[in-house]
């Protein structure tokens, strides 16, 4: 089954807690994404990845932090300095076919700041 | 010129009625324009696409209008039903950035 992994499903954090979130994918895709949604606000770009040991900040990267070591995973630290956290994570990851992009999600993590 | 404006924020339909979501870009250098749908609790999924060489693209019961001189584009969804209850997004892409728009809640009441 090729497709796009994340967990946990659900994270409670404390407030000042560092907490990452995993993302994994066997689609063979170069481009990884971390997107963060709120209620009524869409999908904001966090981090970007098109290849393995490198990333861009996206709209929204303060408090956030990322790593490509392997081409598979992707995974997002939210760290104490987000001062909005709760929210529901989304990781994507696209394969391009000529110049189109289209974009696979996971099933999401939802975040929750105790 | 990033953005992508994306109406109605909500969305009631009656079963077997048609549900029309609107979105408009200013960027014309966006040069694929796909929908996404979400269910509550899951990622969105990529429901349909356009390219702006084509003024319509019909799947099953989902169907594209494009204008470009309007720079505006919607998803219809013909004979709606229960089951296509969830948020669609509308997106535009271009330079490999992909740029959603706010979502759309639909309800489709039995």
């Known amino acids: 089954d090729g497709g796009i992994t994340q967990s946990p499903k659900y994270l409670f954090r404390k407030e000042g807690q560092n907490v990452t979130l995993s993302c994994e994918q066997n689609?063979?895709?170069?481009?990884m994404y971390w997107y963060r949604q709120d209620p009524g606000q869409g999908l904001r770009l966090i981090y970007y990845?098109?290849?393995?040991?490198?990333?861009q900040k996206g709209d929204i990267a303060e408090g956030y932090s990322v790593s490509r070591e392997k081409k598979e995973s992707f995974p997002l630290t939210v760290t104490s300095a987000q001062k909005n956290p709760t929210a529901f994570y989304l990781c994507?990851?696209?394969?391009?076919?000529?110049?189109?992009?289209?974009?696979?999600f996971g099933p999401g993590t939802r975040l929750t700041v105790l | 010129q990033q953005q992508v404006k994306q109406s109605p924020q909500s969305l009631i339909v009656q079963k077997g009625g048609i549900s029309i979501i609107n979105c408009a870009y200013e960027?014309?250098?966006?040069?694929?324009f796909p929908w996404y749908q979400q269910f509550p609790g899951k990622g969105p999924a990529l429901l349909i696409a356009?390219?702006?060489?084509?003024s319509e693209k019909k799947e099953g019961r989902f169907t594209i209008s494009f204008n470009k001189s309007a720079k505006q584009f919607s998803l219809h969804i013909m004979d709606s039903q229960p089951g296509d209850s969830a948020t669609y997004f509308c997106?535009?892409?271009?330079?490999?950035?992909?740029?959603f728009g706010t979502g759309t809640r639909l309800l489709v009441s039995p």
């Open positions: 689609l063979n895709h170069d481009a």
């Open positions: 990845s098109q290849i393995v040991n490198d990333f």
């Open positions: 994507a990851s696209s394969g391009t076919s000529g110049t189109l992009d289209t974009r696979y």
């Open positions: 356009i390219r702006p060489d084509v």
């Open positions: 960027n014309t250098a966006f040069d694929y």
């Open positions: 997106a535009a892409c271009g330079f490999q950035k992909l740029v």
